[in-house]
């Protein structure tokens, strides 16, 4: 293994929650193969659902493991979480040109307090668009994932026709003149921790936004049991420390896919 962060770097993430490391993920032809096999997805989303709600896709398409389990992601990941991870999940988060939803102010982890235990996650969100201000970037509040509520702060409901999520952490908990833009080229991206207050404005623009976050997690993590019903873990690199089982990343999960909309689970 080859780390692809810097000392500076890996402290850099600890300290403020988030980096953007200016290096492109993969070699181009791979990244545009991927960026070829997510156009077909999308052209196969339903179209009575919105293209922000592509949740879990991997659990369906096995085919995108060969991204997701990549030692050009997995080498970004391991020198913040160490040699043992675990895939937790992914979602492709496409935002239409002119009327792409806005994500309100969240952090991660209040989607998955229930889920699991210790809440240590780490996205990497690669844009398969360019992101910017003018397309709904993502913002991120730094310092937030070790601030007063630790990833787990008050939410207000917002108005779900022009959000990606119903609910908001409450304004008097979070400072959006400190946020910072993540703009990202494609094929770059961004690392955050799952307790970061973090969020993107609608996309109003003439330009598609569409970014891939790759959730990974320490396999010391236990996924709880009740989650186990509804969500599938898979052994990424190194081996397991918390007693996990894991989905065989060659298999189609069609069923766990129907159980999560059972249990209410879309987006997160």
Not at 8 to 25: D, I, K, T
Not at 56 to 63: A, G, L, M
Request: charge should be neutral.
């Amino acid at each position: 293994m080859v780390p692809r962060l810097t000392t500076e770097q890996v402290a850099s993430y600890r300290c403020e929650g988030y980096l953007l490391p200016a290096a492109p993920v993969f070699p181009e032809q791979k990244f545009q193969k991927l960026k070829t096999y997510f156009e077909t997805l999308l052209a196969a989303w339903p179209t009575d659902q919105r293209p922000e709600g592509m949740d879990v896709p991997h659990f369906t398409n096995p085919q995108l493991m060969e991204w997701l389990l990549a030692d050009e992601v997995l080498d970004l990941v391991e020198p913040i979480i160490g040699p043992d991870i675990a895939l937790f999940s992914s979602h492709f988060i496409c935002k239409p040109q002119g009327h792409g939803l806005r994500v309100p102010w969240h952090e991660d982890s209040a989607y998955w307090k229930s889920m699991l235990s210790p809440m240590e996650v780490v996205t990497l969100w690669l844009a398969i668009d360019p992101s910017t201000p003018a397309n709904g970037c993502m913002y991120v509040i730094p310092r937030t994932h070790e601030g007063p509520k630790k990833g787990f702060s008050d939410y207000d409901p917002v108005d779900p026709t022009k959000n990606v999520f119903p609910s908001e952490v409450t304004a008097t908990q979070r400072n959006e003149s400190q946020a910072v833009p993540c703009i990202l080229q494609p094929n770059h991206a961004s690392l955050h921790d799952g307790r970061l207050i973090h969020g993107s404005p609608p996309n109003v623009s003439h330009i598609r936004r569409c970014g891939y976050t790759m959730r990974y997690i320490p396999t010391s993590v236990k996924l709880s049991e009740d989650a186990a019903r509804y969500h599938q873990l898979y052994l990424a690199r190194g081996r397991d420390r918390a007693g996990n089982q894991y989905g065989d990343p060659t298999q189609m999960y069609y069923q766990l896919a129907k159980q999560r909309e059972q249990y209410g689970k879309k987006g997160h």
